[in-house]
């Protein structure tokens, strides 16, 4: 079974402060990973999303993300925090050619950004 | 092209009544997914249906339950609703490739 934890429910930053989100997911066969976000009364947005090839992988926003494998870990990171990044972000796996495309998320972390 | 649509929107109903949430996925995706999300139990995988047939199922009661027509619309249903059914129900939507891409949900209140 596929799991992922995201540290830290809720997360403050200044504006302009480096925003790092942390997620560690297990699974017993090479995953893909995603990284969502979600605006209040919204849906889902992709962020960005590791499949296969180049480990550290860009989003939208300036976000990117770095997989390693070792140490089980897909974490989101941002330069420089603006204030429309205040939102709740998710990390979710998936079986990489299980033939579903059922999401395992985590719990979310809340993202507030301090002027 | 345009997004995946979820209606209605919002929805209030009252326990022991039966709903149904519709979603219209992107143009030439041929998946479906279904998800709850709870404060308290996250977001939650319902079912996924793929050319109108289910491919996978959560850890939900058969009160839940969907379907896909041919043009890839899908719909669920929740019958007999209890308190607890209260979320955010959202779909989602895949083509070729492996990512989800989710409508705006439908937020139903079970009163």
């Known amino acids: ?115 | 092209k345009a997004g995946v649509t979820q209606t209605p929107r919002y929805l209030i109903k009252t326990r022991g009544q039966q709903v149904t949430l519709s979603c219209s996925p992107i143009s030439g995706h041929r998946s479906v997914s279904w998800y709850q999300q709870t404060p308290g139990q996250g977001l939650q995988f319902l079912f996924e249906y793929f050319s109108e047939t289910q491919r996978n199922k959560g850890n939900f009661p058969g009160r839940f339950s969907g379907r896909q027509f041919s043009n890839s619309r899908s719909e669920m249903n929740v019958s007999t609703l209890e308190l607890g059914d209260s979320a955010l129900y959202l779909c989602a939507s895949t083509g070729s490739g492996e990512t989800q891409y989710f409508g705006p949900g439908t937020r139903l209140l079970v009163l």
């Not at chain 1, 830290?8 to 893909?32: D, K």
């Not at chain 1, 999303?49 to 550290?56: D, E, I, M, R």
């Open chain 1, 1 to 115: 079974a596929q799991s992922v934890t995201q540290l830290g429910s809720h997360v403050s930053v200044s504006e302009g402060a480096l925003v790092l989100l942390r997620c560690n997911y297990s699974s017993s066969v090479p995953p893909y990973l995603f990284w969502y976000v979600q605006y209040p009364n919204q849906g889902l947005q992709l962020l960005l999303k590791y499949t296969t090839g180049a480990t550290l992988v860009k989003g939208i926003n300036g976000f990117e993300a770095e997989f390693k494998k070792s140490e089980t870990s897909f974490h989101l990171t941002k330069p420089s925090a603006h204030m429309s990044d205040a939102a709740e972000y998710f990390c979710a796996v998936t079986d990489s050619g299980a033939g579903s495309y059922q999401l395992t998320f985590g719990k979310g972390t809340k993202l507030s950004v301090i002027p």
